[in-house]
C-alpha cells in the first residue's frame, strides 16, 4: 500500500493544509478537481466515517468526502496541527 | 421533433394566456438552492414533464408581470460544463441547444450558495461563455450573513462582465421581487464577455469560431478544446470546417502541454476564483451554530454510523406502522366498491371485468400508494436536510466491499418501498457499471409488493411459537428481508466480477450542511412523485389487471353442474379458463417444487405483478370475492392433491417465500430498467436471473428440507 506521506490522507481532524501538487493523471482526480481540489486551495479534515475511510474535508467552507486513496494523490503542506 | 409529454400541475390563470416572450435556464451545482428559488418564482405555474428518450424530469415554470410572459426551465444540478454524471449531461445538453424537443435558453440564472462562492464561481465562469445574458441569485444569503461572511457584490459583479447579482432568501423571499424584474427582461439585456480568467482558452475558441459553418458559442469550442472531439463534441467539431481537428489538437498543445486538459481548466479558474474571492469576500470569523455541532458530532464515526442507523430504523418503523390503517382503508374500499359494482351490475362479463378486473386490480396499486408516500416522504426530508449525502458517506466502506459506492446506498434504501422510484435514484451514480450494479441488486430488497405474499403464507404456515424472546413468524419475515439484502449485495458482487468488471468506483460527493427543508419545496417533489408513481405503475398494473382478468374469465364454461356452490362453480370455470390451462400445463415444470396447477397458475398471473398472486390464489381455492384472509389461509392448508396429500408442506411454502423473494414479478421494474439503461438487454437478463435463482430455491428447498 502506498503511504500517506504528506498527503491529503495524513490530515489529522481539525489539522489544515494548502495543496502543493495533483497527481493529475487520474480522471477521477481530475474529477475532483473540478470541484475545487486544486494546487493553492487551503483543505481542513473534518472527520471521517469507521475506519477512517472515507474522509470529509472542508473547502472553502463546503464539505466534500473523499476516499483515503484517492486523498493520496493530493500533496499538502500542513499549516497547523490539528487534534 | 418529437413533442415532449407534459402533464399541467396547476393552472392559476387560464385567461390570460400567452406565449412567453423568452426561456430562461435555471442553473447551479446540487445544493445550491436552486429548486427551492425555482419554487419560490414560479409558485404552482409549473409543468412537469419528461425529456424525450429519458426520464429525467423537466420542471418549466412561468414568471409574468402586466405585459410579459417568461418561461424559466429548472436543470438538473451540475458543477460545470463537462458531464460527470447523466444528470449533469443532460443539464449541458439543454445548456448547448441540443436536447431534442427543447429549444436553446435565451438567457441564463446562475444560482449560487452565497456560502460556498467558492464552487459556484466556477460553474459561473463557465456560464458566461454561452454568449447569453445571464443574471446571479446569491442563495441562502441569510446563512451567509450569519456567518459573518461579507460579499461585496458589485465588486464581484465587476469581475463578473458587470452582470446583475442578487442576493436572495428563497426560504423568506427576500430580494426574490428584485430578481423578477431582472428576470422579465433578461434576454434583451446585451451578453455579457467572458471573465479574465483564462484569455489564451476564450482567443483560441474565438479564432476557431471564425471559420464555423453555423453559430456556435465559445463554450461549446472550449469544451471542444478541453473535453475533446467525444460525443456531441464531435458535430461541433464537424462545424469548424475542413482542417478543424488538426487546428484543435495545434491549440490543445499550445493551451495544455502534457497535462490533462481538464486539470489545467481546473487550475486556471480556481486560481482566477481565489483571486476574486480574495478581494470581494471577507474572510469569516469561526462561525458555531447547531447545525455545525451537530455535523460535527456527527463527522466522528461512531455517532454517526450509529445515528444512521437510528434514523433508519424510524423511517422502516413510520413506514409499515403510519400506513397501515390507511391501507386497510383502501383494501376496505375496493372490496365494498367491487361488491356494489357486481350487485348493481349483475353477472356477465362487463361486470366482472369492472369489479374482479378494474376495481380490484387499480385497488392493488393504490393500496401501497400511503407506504410509498410515506416514504418519499422520509428521503425527500432526508435528502433536503442533507442526511442522505453523509449516509452515503457514511456507508461507503461497506458497499465498497461488495463493489459498489457509497452513493448506491440511496437507491437500494429506496427499494424497500418500491424498485421503480429506487432504480429512478441511481441517475445520480456517475459511473455507468456501478449504476447498472446497483440497478440489479436493488429489485432483491424486499418491496412493498412482497409483503403481502409473506405475511399471507408467515401466517398461515408458520407456528407462531416463541424463540427467546422472539415470535417465530416475525424472525421468519425478518429472515427474508435478510434473504433480499444478501441476494443484492451478491448480485452486485457477482455482476461486478465478470460482466461489469472494471476499475473500482470512485466516490467524491459534496457534503452539505445540515438544514432545515422546506416545506413547500418538499410538497411538490412529495407531489411530483407520487403522482409519477400513480401514472406510470397506474398505467402498467391497470392494463395487467385487464390481460389476467381476460385470461381467467375466458373461455366460459356453460355446463358447471348447478348444484355447486357460487365459489365452487368459480373455481370450476377457472380451471378451464386460459389461465388455468396454462397453469396446468405448466404443471410438470413445477411439480418438483411442490406445486399443483392451482399455484402455477397464480404464480403465472402474478409474473406481470407479485401482488396479483393473492387475489389469484383467493379465486383458485374457491373462496369468491369476500375472501379475507383468515379464510383463504385456512383454506390453502386444506388444500389436496388429487392422492389426498396435502399441497402446502412446510418445505413447498419454504420453496415459495424463497421464489417470492427472487423472481423479479414486476414488469413496472423491468420497464423502469428498460429506459434507464437504453434497452432491453439488462431488463431480460435481469428477469432470467432473478426467476432461475427462485425456482432453483425453490426446488432445492422443497427437495432438499
Known sequence: ?83 | MAKPAETRVSITDISVRRQPSASIAVVGSPNSGKSTLFNRLTGLRQRIGNYPGVTVERHIGTLKTDDRVVELIDLPGTHGLSAHSYEEQIAIDVLFGRMEGTQPPDAILAVVDATNLYQGLYLVQQLLELERPVVIALTMSDVARARGLDIDTDLLSEHLSGIDICSVVATTGEGINQLRNLLIDLAERPVPGPTSAWPELAAAAHELAESATVPLSIAEIERVLVDGATGANKHVLDCLGPDAATRVEHFRDDLFGLDPPLACEARVRYHWVREVLAEVQQKAPPFYSWRARIGTFLNRPVPGTIGLFLVMAIVFQAVFAWATPVMDLIDSGAAVLGSATSARLGDGAFSSLIADGIIAGVGSVLIFLPQIIILFLFIILLEDSGFLARAAYLMDRAMRAVGLSGQSIIPMISSFACAVPGIMATRVIPNRRDRIATILAAPFMTCSARLPVYALLIAAFVPATKVGFLNLQGLVLFGLYMFGIVGGVLTALLIRKTALRGPKPSFALMLPEFRRPNIQTVLMQLWGRARVFLYRAGTVIFAVAVLVWALAYYPRATDIDPLLTENEVAAAQLEQSWLGRAGKFVEPAFEPLGWDWRVSSAVIAGFPAREVVIAVMGTVYAVGDEADEATLSKRLRAATWPDGRAVFTLPMVIGLLIFYACCLQCAATLAVIRRETGGWRWPAFAWVYMTTIGYVGALLAFQLL
Open chain 1, 1 to 83: 500500500m502506498k503511504g500517506n506521506g504528506n498527503t491529503l490522507a495524513a490530515l489529522k481532524r481539525g489539522q489544515k493544509g494548502i495543496i502543493s501538487f495533483v497527481d493529475a493523471s487520474d480522471p477521477q482526480v481530475q474529477r475532483l478537481m473540478v470541484l475545487g481540489l486544486v494546487e493553492g486551495a487551503e483543505v481542513e479534515l473534518a472527520g471521517s466515517a469507521l475506519g477512517g475511510d472515507p474522509m470529509e474535508f472542508r473547502l472553502f467552507g463546503c464539505g466534500i468526502s473523499l476516499r483515503q486513496e484517492q486523498a493520496r494523490h493530493f500533496t499538502v503542506s500542513a499549516l497547523e496541527a490539528g487534534g
